[in-house]
């Protein structure tokens, strides 16, 4: 089992900032990846972004050149460092860890992001 701790939310305004922190601890296994997904309220859950151990990156259309992934494989920890933020990137922001090819599947409890115009 896997556990992951989301950190890092909260409310901010337009054109500010966050940074979302993801520990990951428990049955790890050095192939996976980590990654962000978000929900916003009447919407489905969407990728924002992927990231391997290699450091190999996913990223949807709608955050490329203002969020940037990151991890630290060391402390099986992922970021994700959110600039220029707009309202529609408000959302409920999940970590993602995924393991053997996809048959294991963890999420966070999720953390709220709230951008106000």
């Known amino acids: 089992q896997v556990q992951l701790v989301e950190s890092g939310g909260g409310l901010v305004q337009a054109g500010g900032s966050l940074r979302l922190s993801c520990a990951a601890s428990g049955s790890i296994f050095t192939d996976n990846v980590m990654g962000w997904y978000r929900q916003a309220p009447g919407k489905q859950r969407e990728l924002v972004a992927t990231?391997?151990?290699?450091?190999?990156?996913n990223q949807s259309d709608s955050v490329k050149g203002r969020f940037a992934i990151s991890r630290e494989n060391a402390k099986n920890t992922v970021y994700l460092q959110m600039n220029s933020l707009k309202p529609e990137d408000t959302a409920v922001y999940y970590c993602?860890?995924?393991?053997?090819?996809?048959?294991?599947?963890?999420w966070g409890q999720g953390t709220q992001v709230t951008v106000s115009s």
């Open positions: 990231i391997t151990r290699g450091g190999r990156i």
């Open positions: 993602n860890l995924k393991q053997k090819g996809g048959l294991n599947d963890y």
